[in-house]
């Protein structure tokens, strides 16, 4: 198992959150940041909301799995 660094969801205070060019502007999406070497992931609807974090391998595996087309049974 690999160690992970959490950092305080302060630390994403003055993030650049980005979600997909796909998505509405008016609609919620996902939406990822990055500081230092963690990835961060929330809900766009509910920015207050929790905070996912994720180190560079975790979230390139994610990508590699929906760009292979492993998820399109989701939706």
Same mark, same amino acid.
């Given at each position: 198992?690999?160690?992970?660094?959490?950092?305080?969801?302060?630390?994403?205070?003055?993030?650049?959150?980005? @979600?997909?060019?796909?998505?509405?502007?008016?609609?919620?999406?996902?939406?990822?940041? @990055?500081?230092?070497?963690?990835?961060?992931?929330?809900?766009? @609807?509910?920015?207050?909301?929790?905070?996912?974090?994720?180190?560079?391998?975790?979230?390139?595996?994610?990508?590699?799995?929906? @760009?292979?087309?492993?998820?399109?049974?989701?939706?």
């Amino acid at each position: 198992m690999h160690s992970h660094e959490y950092l305080p969801d302060s630390a994403f205070d003055n993030a650049r959150w980005q @979600k997909a060019s796909a998505s509405e502007p008016q609609h919620s999406c996902v939406e990822f940041a @990055k500081v230092d070497n963690v990835i961060a992931v929330r809900d766009s @609807k509910a920015p207050d909301g929790p905070i996912l974090q994720f180190n560079e391998h975790e979230i390139a595996a994610m990508l590699a799995g929906a @760009k292979g087309g492993e998820f399109d049974h989701l939706i």
